[in-house]
């Protein structure tokens, strides 16, 4: 980390909280089963096609692990299809509604009780679960102090400058929850993804209307 990132990130924070509205975490919160399915859908989609994907399988299957796990593929398929990759996220969904079911009792409430890097290896060593679906949930789901990093996450913080540009998940990760607290984890972790979304795109970034720019080494 560079000398001044401390400021640096507190007047990125300040900056966004004063042009993006934050969601009540409740709102994205809720069941820990659920997040996950929707995790799963929204990987590599939009938000309104994950939306309609879940409202589809919401409206065909039980979403729960024994739901899921009996579900017919093929039902999940048809439900999911509106998404992008829906075969592959299909299968994910199914044989990690098998494992939760088979291994852990059907259920995730582990999360709530074990301590965070016990929940969060347990969660890794689900199928399809990588290390921003596993975040995601500990800190939507269960309060705990994690800064997930999703591709604008990444993107945004990697062109503010605050990691390397071949730093990988944990680096950032880590490097992110040192700059901010615990309780600003989610609404930064918002709000990064709204300033990618809207300013800071993979492809023709909006520099010049970018409400951070005058924070950002790479404006130009
Ligand atoms: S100035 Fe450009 S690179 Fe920097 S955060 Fe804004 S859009 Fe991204």
Known sequence: MKEGDRVRARLVLKTLESKFKVPSISK????????????????????????????????KVALTPKGLAEADIKEIEEALFVAGLYRNKSRIIKTVSETILKDLGGSLDFIY???LEEAREKLLRLPGVGP????????FCAGKPV?????????????????PEKAGYEEVRKTLESLYTPKEYFKVHMLF??????????????????????LCPSKT
């Open 28 to 59: 994205v919160a809720g069941d820990p089963f659920k997040v996950l399915v929707r995790t799963i859908i929204s990987q590599s989609t939009a938000e309104i096609n994950t939306r309609r994907a879940y409202e589809n399988l919401s409206k």
């Open 113 to 115: 009780s074990d301590p």
């Open 132 to 139: 921003k679906t596993a975040d995601i949930l500990l800190l």
């Open 147 to 163: 800064l997930p990093v999703d591709t604008h996450v990444n993107r945004v913080s990697k062109r503010l400058g605050f990691v």
């Open 193 to 214: 993804i709204s300033l990618g979304r809207k300013f800071c795109r993979a492809l023709n970034p909006k520099h010049a209307e970018c409400p951070v720019r005058h």
